[in-house]
């Protein structure tokens, strides 16, 4: 039996909606021995198809070609999950360091960001001097 790739990505729950899985073939993101795939392709029982979503890249074994949805409890059944050891490694790194890496200066302000502009902005004198800026006693007008 032979079903439609995108069909197949929804059914085993890798992506959420067909559409989305639709997407992720046009943008070049699901491959099939390391070329990529139209979501139109139909597949069979076990193809390897790559999945690529951030930070790695997804291997999964083809064991059941079905179209219909299955539940959560069933995905084992229909797929196997292939991912080399070194993808995995790299995801449970990324897990690990719970940063989310962002150009610097895009986005919200971090908390350390925002301390330093408001220093910037107001910043703290040291002691308590009372500077009075609108009297200048050393500037007389006469003198000019």
């Known amino acids: ?40 392709r139909m597949i069979k029982e076990g193809d390897v198809i790559q999945v690529r979503k951030s930070p790695i890249t997804y291997s999964f074994k083809v064991l059941q070609a079905i179209q219909n949805r299955v539940g959560a409890k069933l995905v084992s059944q229909v797929m196997e999950n292939v991912t080399p050891q070194d993808q995995l490694e790299i995801l449970e790194m990324h897990r690990l360091s719970g940063f989310v890496g962002r150009a ?19 910043p703290t004198f040291f002691g308590d001097f009372d500077f009075n800026f609108d009297e200048d006693d050393d500037f007389d007008e006469d003198e000019e």
């Open 1 to 40: 039996m032979e079903v439609r790739l995108d069909k197949w990505l929804w059914a085993v729950r890798i992506f959420k909606t067909r559409s989305i899985a639709i997407d992720a073939c046009k943008n070049g993101r699901v491959m099939i021995d390391g070329v990529k795939q139209k979501a139109s």
């Open 104 to 122: 610097r200066g895009t986005g919200r302000p971090t908390k350390k960001e925002r301390r330093d502009l408001d220093e910037f902005v107001q």
